[in-house]
């Protein structure tokens, strides 16, 4: 199974600018997940929302980069059944004419 988030939306502060260091702005977050359902066990996708939500907020990263390891480290810890991880953060609004972001795919063991 893939779990799927799309397109999340979340005001947080990060980035290095002295602007972005005050003020909180957009950030879109994507997830894609694989497990292997068994019997009832699942990964609730409304528990990975808000526990990055909530990372974003509450941590005010200076670096995406950051942030998107932090997220990762807390989803394999609280998931080992996650097999592959998949994550985007992006920055719609910092740049005019377009979105700026980081990505990474991690796979582990099954």
Request: proline share 3%.
């Amino acid at each position: 199974m893939t779990i799927e988030i799309k397109n999340l939306e979340i005001d947080a502060i990060i980035g290095i600018l002295p602007k972005e260091r005050k003020e909180s702005q957009s950030i879109l977050v994507d997830l894609y997940a694989q497990y292997d359902y068994l019997d009832g066990v699942y990964v609730d996708y409304a528990n990975l929302a808000n526990l990055i939500e909530t990372t974003l907020i509450k941590e005010k990263f200076e670096l995406i980069e950051e942030a998107l390891l932090n997220i990762k480290e807390q989803i394999f810890k609280l998931y080992p059944i996650i097999y592959t991880l998949e994550l985007r953060i992006q920055k719609p609004n910092i740049i005019d004419n377009c979105f700026v972001g980081v990505s990474q795919k991690w796979e582990r063991d099954r």
